[in-house]
């Protein structure tokens, strides 16, 4: 059997002072994703690929990984996220939420650094570079907010919590004495003279400063604009023992400047605020998968946002395709075909019959991944469609014959079967692709059941006509009928 539980996502932290940008209630103890389940159906469905190639090595891989597995039961949870998507639709906003991105991902490098250097004055200026990166992340997206077309609830609430946030005491608080560590710094000027084995510093009292005069002397010698040979080497927060006794001496030489350092880091040492800290965690869901479509989005597919529902059976789907393939696909240049489908009133079952290599199991994945990533809230492959949101998803995909087994293919099969019915409810979806190729044509005449009809209703164990319940898993080989 192929399976997954009803999961709903990651828990948000936490903390109730910040509305979470992926649930709009805090999501039930039931909603913690399907981290004990069987997710052979991803592998199935190639979600597996998608949900990898998503999260990539992104910091948050594992909250993205663990989202994109929780499918979501209730029409609002899932427009609530669908919302999200919308909003970042829009280039301003989706540059400013990036940027902010970008810098909170510096400020977590920063603090992740701290705890490998040895030395305090090191320490204590990477803190106090965190923290002024930190400001001005917050300050610039709230300001870009205050003044954006935003009407996602989510993001509507993130824009009130860091409306509030900036203007309060402990935030203005915080810019303001970083503010003034950074400029007391900056006015520090002082000497190094290294006679062999020897360093002396001291306060710089008017010494030259021939940088300057340098530039001017060969400047005389260009010719138009000179190309920049200049290396630039990434910032390290290593410090050798030479470079931490000259800062030592430097602290003695400005005692107040760096007494007032050591009280800022100890009055600010945890200065990120956990809502701000989880907004940032969040918004890298809705960055990743926007990173993944967006090459697809640019070749002229369409993705759009599905009407849900947890009731109505009635599905289609316009212009849709498998989204990991068509990833593939796009990357060399090579035309993606889209299908459409529908099932209305009654109906409730696809069969897809055709030659090798027309399509089926690629239509039949794409049927699967759209209602999973409709599930999670995502965009999805299409023009237009309305979906329905399984309580489960199933799937039955051709395997290869464990030889190592002792049992055959079809009783295998027969046994994945099974299991999936006994698992599966009225709101559950079950993808069948190439089940009993093992089988010859009197296999199937004698093994067949008649299907007396399809009906909605609790869960029965199946029974074959006139003989006892099958087997529990791991019977042996199922009698051959007369």
Known sequence: MTGDSQAGGPAPGGQDLFPSLLFEEPPSPRAGGDQDE????ARDL??????????????????????????LHDAGAVRYRQEVFRDLEDPALLDAIQQFSGLMGEVRAHQRQLNQMQYRHQREGWLLDAAAI????????????????????????????????????????????????????????????INGGRVEVSRRTGEADYSAAVLDTFDRFKQGTAKDYLIRYRVRPG??????????????????????????????????????????????FYLAFGDYIRPVRAAGLSFCYPEVSASSKDVRAAGTFDLALAHKLVSLRT?????????????????????NQGGKTTFARTFGQLHHLAAVGCPVPGSAARLFLPDRLFTHFEREEDLAAMSGKL??????IREILRAATPASIVILNEIFTSTTAGDGRRRQVPVRGVREG?????????????????AGRLPRPP
Request: charged share 25%; with cysteine.
């Open 335 to 355: 035309p993606v075909v889209t299908n459409d489908f529908h099932l209305d009133g009654a109906e409730r079952i696809f069969v897809v019959t055709g030659p």
């Open 134 to 193: 930190y400001c001005d992340a917050v300050a610039s997206l709230a300001g870009h907010l205050a003044s954006a077309p935003v009407s996602s609830r989510a993001l509507l609430a993130f824009r009130d919590y860091l409306a509030a946030y900036v203007t309060s005491a402990a935030f203005t608080t915080l810019a303001s004495d970083t503010r003034s560590r950074k400029d007391a710094l900056a006015r520090i000027r002082y000497c190094t003279r």
């Open 239 to 284: 410090m050798n023992h030479i470079a931490a006794q000259i800062a030592e001496l430097v602290a003695r030489l400005f005692p107040e400047q760096f007494t007032a350092l050591e009280e800022y880091c100890r009055q600010h040492g945890a200065f990120v605020d956990e809502g701000i800290r989880q907004a940032g965690q969040e918004l890298q």
């Open 458 to 474: 609790p869960a029965r164990q199946p029974r074959r006509p006139g003989r006892d319940p099958l087997p529990p898993a791991g």
């Open 46 to 71: 190639n979600l597996d690929q998608i949900v990898a190639a998503v999260a990539g090595d992104r910091e948050e891989r594992d909250l993205i990984t663990t989202v994109l597995y929780g499918r």
């Open 411 to 416: 009783e295998d099969d027969l046994i994945r």
């Open 38 to 41: 069987n997710r052979s159906y």
